[in-house]
């Protein structure tokens, strides 16, 4: 034992790693959590209460910032004046593309969850009996009913705000009060209700609508929708504001930002990982540090670069890989399909405030009698609003004319997007680029993935099915909308670590415990066995607090 | 000729500004500056990317696009600046480029249809100048939607997507064209315009939507 020996070692600060530390700490374990990039405080925000006039250029990024972050800026909304330091350096951090991968990141305490679009969806017991039921990918070890409880658990502390609907394909959960609907949003449910018998709900949204007693440092939403920049009122949920408050409190968190883990010790005698191998970001120093047990959670491919970085003898192709399904089955949300209209006949009405969601229309395809040409389903997010003064830009508005233009709200428009879920496909994968290194001398990762025929037949009702439904609705100028994208611009990555029963086709088992070596968890998005249609991060959140229970009652039980 | 007309204008106007220990106002370095410099169009401010002489054009355009009326208009807020400053940091290249010809290209109108430059119009053939090409150009830009790009937008068109960007960001714009709250507390979904605030436009960031 010596100065660098913990209980337990949690590596990563984002949704996974916040919940790691906090569930750890809480049931008392010493727990040493790596954090990669540069420390954040909650609170330490610096543009979060920036005025537009303040900040340079518009808020747009520089040539200078597009050099730097050119890979990060491919989401059009990132790199901005607002929100660039957020987001990974390209040319410290790069990676390989086989084919094009949009991989979006960012390096510092709380990781992604300060950035996260807060989209809070439980999956449903259709999702988890569907590898099973369609026999791609392998079957999920758990069921709803495993998960179910743990959900309750991370949505009772973290404050979710949506509307109770009582569908079996979009389980409820616990709700804070819902935000409200448009008036275009509320037209649009009830004629999808009407004429499909389909759900328009309001979007299901980890931003506090009522005061959490056990989070007293936090506040309830304000309606500013500049969650991207952090939240000084501590309203929607990250690390920061949440879980890493609550772990500190227990006294038992050591935090250590600046640690690059990039290997997992593992000893053959007791077959056993004892530690990890960092590097220090600032120093370069190599230092290491020992746990009982390790939480790897450090996103899909930050933990799935650790695994494959760390080969030995006993794991020759990568840390716990005996399946070779490490690295394998990269899915991601496949988006940017879907329709858009303009909507006549409210002009006398607006709204007050910018309201941090959008509307949700939940997955009604492969349902009950529904059959497609293809398996899964697809789930769409959409907002009306009333357009401002950027839509004056391609019409013949000028002078005093296109000022008091700009002064009037501008037509209603209605736009939805889908988010459809995407295979499990074996040949979808990221492996270790040898060839290359990052600025701290690590090789990277190279992406080798692309959407196939299951979700391009997907797509073609993604489209079909918006414009249906606006048209359906009576709104004017349905344009439909089908952008080519690769894979990863969801910001949904995960599967290359699975979940499985079998340790010949997966990587971890029903507790997020590697097969082979039972005392090292995986619980961020690589666990995932499949991917659903709706956002995962809180499932990644419902799978570590249930993972972490898991690992105190098997130390208890000596069995770690 | 005295010397001094041979002196970068840029240069004067900075020398200038340095020795009044920076308290003169722009207008009275313009006044300071009559006597020795020749009667070129420029601006009270120092360009960074464009020309002075281009930067009077670009600032007449921008105050065409949004005028001073009831409120501030463009050159109020600081627009033709804000351009040049954008024209310089945030634009790749081709695009500066693409930007110094159309507007080369924007001068040599006025010469066949009036006989003079620019910036000696009337400010009605000012606005009609600018007219014609916006409209041109717009329905074109209708016409061509695969085209339609930031990109590969025109002259005029990038003229008035600055214009408007940092005309309706600015604090003016915002709060006294449009209408703004930093913290709105609450989201009421569906209210009558008129209890929408004062029932303007909400100024949000969009200018990412350009």
């Known amino acids: ?560 | 000729m005295n010397p001094h007309s041979t002196m970068d204008r840029r240069e004067l106007l900075k020398r200038v500004a340095f020795l009044m220990g920076g308290a003169i106002s722009g207008p009275a370095v313009l006044g300071v500056l009559q006597g020795c410099s020749a009667k070129k169009p420029s601006v009270e401010w120092t360009p960074a990317f464009l020309t002075a002489a281009q930067a009077a054009v670009v600032a007449e355009i921008a105050e065409i696009i949004i005028p001073r009326t009831d409120t501030p208009g463009a050159k109020d807020v600081g627009v033709p600046q804000f351009i040049d400053t954008m024209l310089k940091v945030t634009y790749p290249k081709k695009d500066q480029d693409r930007y110094l010809t159309g507007l080369t290209q924007f001068e040599e109108r006025a010469q066949p249809a009036h006989g003079k430059p620019f910036m000696e119009l009337e400010p009605a053939q000012q606005r009609e100048l600018v007219r014609e090409l916006h409209d041109a150009e717009i329905r074109a830009a209708g016409e061509n939607e695969l085209d339609d790009s930031r990109e590969n937008r025109p002259f005029i068109l990038m003229t008035k997507e600055l214009t408007m960007l940092g005309f309706f960001t600015s604090e003016v714009g915002a709060t006294q064209v449009l209408q703004y709250l930093a913290v709105p507390g609450t989201f009421r979904g569906c209210l009558p315009l008129s209890e929408a605030g004062n029932g303007k436009t909400w100024a949000t960031e969009m200018s990412q939507a350009f």
């Open chain 1, 1 to 560: 034992m010596n100065d660098n020996t913990y209980d337990a070692i949690v590596v990563g600060t984002g949704v996974s790693g916040g919940w790691a530390a906090k569930e750890l700490t809480e049931k008392g374990l010493k727990t040493l959590v790596l954090e990669r990039g540069r420390d954040v405080r909650h609170g330490e925000y610096p543009t979060a209460t920036t005025d537009p006039w303040q900040f340079e250029y518009g808020g747009r990024p520089t040539q200078q910032d597009l050099e730097r972050q050119g890979v990060q800026a491919r989401t059009g909304y990132t790199i901005t004046q607002a929100s660039k330091h957020w987001f990974v350096d390209d040319i410290d951090n790069p990676y390989t593309e086989i084919k094009r991968f949009d991989w979006m990141r960012g390096y510092h305490v709380g990781g992604r969850s300060l950035m996260w679009a807060r989209q809070s969806y439980r999956l449903s017991q259709i999702d988890l009996e569907a590898n099973a039921k369609d026999g791609h990918g392998v079957d999920w070890p758990i069921r709803y009913e495993d998960l179910a409880p743990w959900y309750d658990h991370v949505e009772s502390f973290i404050g979710v705000s949506g509307q109770a609907e009582g569908l079996l394909q979009l389980p409820d959960g616990k709700f804070q009060r819902p935000m409200e609907m448009s008036c275009v949003e509320t037209h649009l449910r009830q004629v999808l209700e009407e004429k499909f018998g389909r759900c328009l709900t309001i979007g299901r949204v980890a931003n506090m609508t009522e005061l959490l007693p056990h989070s007293p440092q936090r506040g309830t939403c304000q309606n500013r929708n500049q969650c991207i920049r952090g939240c000084p009122y501590g309203a929607y949920f990250s690390s920061n504001s949440s879980t890493l408050p609550a772990a500190e409190k227990t006294g038992n968190m050591t935090l250590r930002p600046n640690s690059i883990v990039h290997e997992v010790i593992f000893d053959e005698k007791s077959n056993r990982a004892t530690g990890v191998r960092v590097i220090d970001a600032q120093t370069n120093q190599q230092l290491e540090f020992f746990g009982k047990i390790i939480f790897l959670c450090a996103s899909t491919f930050g933990s799935t670069f650790i695994m494959m970085n760390s080969a030995s003898g006993r794991f020759p192709n990568g840390f716990g890989n005996d399946s070779g399904e490490l690295g394998c089955n990269i899915m991601d949300h496949h988006l940017a399909a879907g329709a858009s209209a303009d909507v006549e006949g409210f002009e006398d009405r607006y709204y007050h405030g910018r309201r941090p969601t959008g509307i949700y229309i939940p997955r009604f395809r492969n349902i009950g009698k529904d059959s497609r040409d293809y398996v899964r389903g697809f789930g769409y997010q959409g907002r009306a609003t009333r357009l401002g003064w950027t839509d004056l830009l391609k019409e013949e508005a000028l002078g005093a004319e296109l000022k008091s233009r700009a002064a009037q709200p501008g037509a209603w428009h209605m736009s939805i997007g889908a988010f459809g879920e995407m295979l499990p496909y074996h040949q979808n994968r990221v492996t270790l680029d040898r060839t290359r290194r990052d600025k701290w001398g690590l090789p990277v990762l190279a992406f080798d993935a692309e959407l196939q025929d299951n979700e391009y037949r997907m797509r073609k009702d993604m489209v079909s099915d918006a414009v249906e439904m606006l048209e359906a609705a009576g709104y004017k100028n349905v344009q439909a909308r089908d952008e080519k994208i690769g894979v990863g611009l969801g910001i949904h990555e995960m599967g290359t670590a699975r979940m499985g029963k079998d340790p010949k086709s997966s990587v971890l088992n029903a507790w997020n415990q590697v097969h082979a070596c039972k005392n090292v968890f995986v619980t961020d998005g690589s666990c995932m066995a499949s991917s659903g249609c709706v956002n995962p991060s809180l499932t990644y959140m419902a799978l570590t607090a249930r993972a972490a229970n898991h690992a105190v009652e098997e130390l208890k039980r000596l069995n770690l």
